[in-house]
């Protein structure tokens, strides 16, 4: 008997150093690599106002889903219809307005046939317009932009995702024409994106 409790005392007390040793060897971090990653490409098309108009913007984001629900990636957004100034400076001039920079997101319940994603696009804005006497456009090629979104999300396929959200654009630093400030440039939108990957 007594040879039986010297064996269980030294099984545990060689069982209780080896986990403590994998406990020092497992340090906690805040930001930890991720078991599962996956990724996409897609379209990006966004329909909003710029300077009072309707504008037609879209584009591409490039992102990277990690653990199933953590999104990082790259976003570009192009106007694509005419938009004009309206301003006694520019009166009648054609704008253009772009932005592009870096996306973050969360995916609630990513299994789900439908389920919703909160984003934020950040980066950086270039505003142009054309000035008709001088024949050449004018450029404020620093916008800072921010666009919170929230987004339903529909699992198409295993390869296609799409999504449909609503955004609010948030522009900041627009300095460079008279008349014109950051409320010219900030407003609400929607969009839908069209997203190819691999997501299982």
Do not use: C
């Not at 439908?114 to 620093?142: P, R, T």
């Amino acid at each position: 008997m007594k040879k039986i409790f010297l064996l269980l005392l030294f099984m545990s007390t060689v069982g209780f150093i080896s986990a403590q040793e994998e406990n020092e060897n497992n340090i906690e971090t805040i930001f930890k690599k991720p078991s599962k990653v996956r990724g996409y490409i897609g379209s990006l098309n966004n329909v909003t106002t710029l300077n009072g108009e309707t504008a037609y913007m879209s584009g591409v984001n490039v992102a990277g889903i990690f653990n199933d629900q953590f999104i990082f990636g790259f976003y570009k957004l192009d106007l694509e219809n005419s938009i004009f100034s309206n301003t006694d400076n520019y009166i009648g001039t054609k704008m253009n307005f772009d932005h592009k920079g870096l996306w973050i997101g969360y995916i609630f319940m990513p299994n789900r046939k439908v389920h919703f994603n909160a984003n934020v696009q950040a980066g950086k804005g270039e505003l142009e317009i054309y000035d008709s006497i001088l024949d050449s456009w004018l450029e404020d090629d620093f916008v800072f932009v921010v666009m919170p979104s929230i987004e339903a999300e529909f699992n198409i396929t295993k390869f296609l995702r799409l999504g449909i959200g609503a955004n609010y654009r948030f522009a900041m630093d627009v300095n460079e024409f008279n008349n014109y400030n950051n409320n010219d440039f900030s407003d609400f939108g929607g969009f839908v994106s069209f997203k190819f990957g691999w997501f299982k």
